[in-house]
């Protein structure tokens, strides 16, 4: 039992820090991504990270409670079970159909087989166990055939009448047994008394100070108050600072390399840095959990080297913590239908993945291997485009070519293949119906063949299309032979990275997002070669109601990255809102009910139309008058 007792314990605290442990789930997703050796020397860091102790103690542990676990598995298992049912006739060996008669003749010669005075020991017996099974077979044989024993066998299950039942705590005796069982009291009410309600009570009101988007509600707030509608990326990044001071731990570690980060990071930036520290209201020691975040968020943002492993540490665990604050500061902006803080949030996260300063378009460029912020700017005015830089830079024989190359094969620039409003069962839009907006998407790499559209194509109306508008599904499945290219190239973000997009329907005019941003991932790599390399997905919204149709509402359609900078693709859509279209209705052969009837009455009082009675004679002698005379026109045509 206390096996039993163990494996039930470390089976609740294993089963779910197994099931929510990234480093045995999420590193197995995908074993392919960027091909550049940046790339590939960052995928073997975070590998090296995961077998590290001092990294990883979750896994030390879970190696250890695992194996713990099958132990105490094998030993209960393998372990001989004492108690059992007490059955004579199995103690005796006999079939539970014998007589008296054939009982008793099986115990005499079980007793001159058995009796200790005629049992020659061997070298595993001993006297003691000869007496104990002797004992044992006599028991048997009285209670199958004394009346008293057999009915107190039949009524307690024991030859010797009602057995005392004892009941303790599943641990092994020399534990609970002697002078230990003091402390294992003592062990118990800490653990039961103390440890236990601390644990569930931290644990409730700490849940009940975050908001469902998992984030303190102190962080929440200050992203309430601290964009507005005109917010653009600083004023992001700055209520983003704010949250930091609630949501990380205090430390008070490595002040002196701190400063100098911050010196640092002064000189590159000048004035903006005072203006983000302002917005972010980091002041210095009344804010140092703020400050000290504020700093390594920026330390990586300008790709500042940090020598000391433990401020990398904390570094990494701000940055992954970022996009979580992101999505509530994203619905926040939502909440309020807010267009432009909406695009900076979602824009925010490609900067964050490519450790870029946020805003600066000037330096997408620095996102390929070997090629640094500084020389980005220079590079955006030589060439305006992604195959054009690769072009110049293989003219002039750079030797970073065939890694910015590697890299490229694999990047993330979205085709927009079609992009259309559609509703079930109708062909227009109506007031107040339910439209999906269709976007067929691929990922087109800027060294890949240019891909000759056709203009048909999007008008094509196949089977796989009404199944997928019909489906459940946002995504369609993807294309039989696609892939979506594995972890995307992100070398300064501390963890695998796999690509994705938003899809936002707004209206610029006005400010205003449509409908609440999708977030969109696995978007198949075209290859030239098959004829559907793109997938479907759709986002399902109400259309207004409106007073006048037909109205047409133009509207704007965003796919923005979030892991590539300036990877953005926008187009202009229109949603006409028409009547419905009228039904036709068959004429009702019905004739009008007659005068006199109780329906013609009820027709009358409503004004309706009735059958009049000298009509319908009228109409019989009509019709007879013109059979007769169409039986004599036949008869004459006869003679």
Known sequence: MAAYFLITFLLVLLV???????????????????????????????????????????????????????????????SKVENKVYNPFEILDISTSATTKDIKSHY?????????????????????????YFVEITKAYKALTDEVIRQNWERYGHPDGRQEVTMGIALPKWIVEGPNRNWVLA????????????????????????????????????????????????????ALGKSFEWERPEKKTQAAELDELEKTISQRLGDKWSNLKRIAEVVPEKHEVRRRAFILLYAHLLRLPVSSSALRAEQAKVLLQIPTLLNSLL????SRNWLFPTLAVLRLHSYLAQALVPGDSTVKYAQLPGIEPE????????????DELVDTMQQQKDGRTGEI????????????????????????????????????????????????????????????DEKFLLSRKESEDMPKGAHDGGWAHAPHWPANRKPGWWLVLADPKIGRV????????????????????????????????????????????????????????????????????????????????????????????????????????????????DDKESDSDSSSDSD
């Open 331 to 334: 619905n926040i902006s939502i």
């Open 108 to 132: 005499k010669k079980l007793s001159r087989k058995f009796h200790p005075d005629k049992v020659k020991l061997t070298e595993n017996q001993t006297m003691e166990s000869v007496e104990a």
């Open 405 to 464: 190359k590697k890299a490229m094969s694999r990047w993330g620039r979205l085709d927009l293949v079609d992009a259309s409003f559609k509703v079930i069962g109708e062909r227009v839009v109506t007031p107040m119906s339910f439209v999906f907006l269709v976007v067929k998407l691929r990922i087109v790499p800027p060294t890949a063949q240019p891909i000759v559209k056709d203009e048909k194509e999007p008008a094509k109306k196949d089977d796989l």
């Open 375 to 386: 020389e980005a700017k220079k590079l955006s005015r030589e060439a305006s485009a992604f």
């Open 16 to 78: 779910p820090l197994t099931l929510s442990s990234p480093t045995v789930f999420k590193q197995k997703t995908s074993k392919e991504g960027c091909p550049c050796e940046e790339c590939i020397k960052h995928r073997s860091t975070l590998k090296q990270g995961f077998f590290n102790p001092k990294a990883r103690r979750r896994t030390i542990f879970l190696l250890i409670g695992w194996t713990l676990c099958g132990f105490l598995t094998y030993k209960a298992v393998t």
């Open 514 to 625: 449509i409908v609440p941003p999708m977030r969109i991932t696995d978007v198949p790599i075209t290859d030239g070669t098959s004829a559907r390399d793109y997938r479907s997905y759709k986002l399902q919204f109400q259309a207004p109601p409106v007073q006048q149709t037909p109205l047409t509402l133009t509207w704007k359609l965003y796919l923005i990255s979030d892991t590539f900078v300036g990877e953005e693709v926008s187009k202009d859509m229109k949603l006409t809102i028409s009547a419905p279209l009228p039904e036709t209705v068959e004429e009702d052969e019905i004739s009008d009910p007659e005068e006199d009837s109780l329906a013609g009455q009820m027709a009358m009082m409503r004004g309706g139309k009735v059958k009049k009675r000298g009509e319908e004679e009228s109409d019989d002698e009509s019709t007879t008058d």
């Open 187 to 238: 062990g118990y009410g800490i653990i039961f008394g103390g440890l236990l309600p601390a644990f569930v009570g931290n644990w409730w009101f700490g849940n009940r100070d975050k908001t469902k988007d998992g984030v303190k509600a102190r962080s929440a707030a200050a992203f309430f108050k601290g964009i507005t509608e005109e917010s653009g990326m600083d004023d992001v990044v700055g």
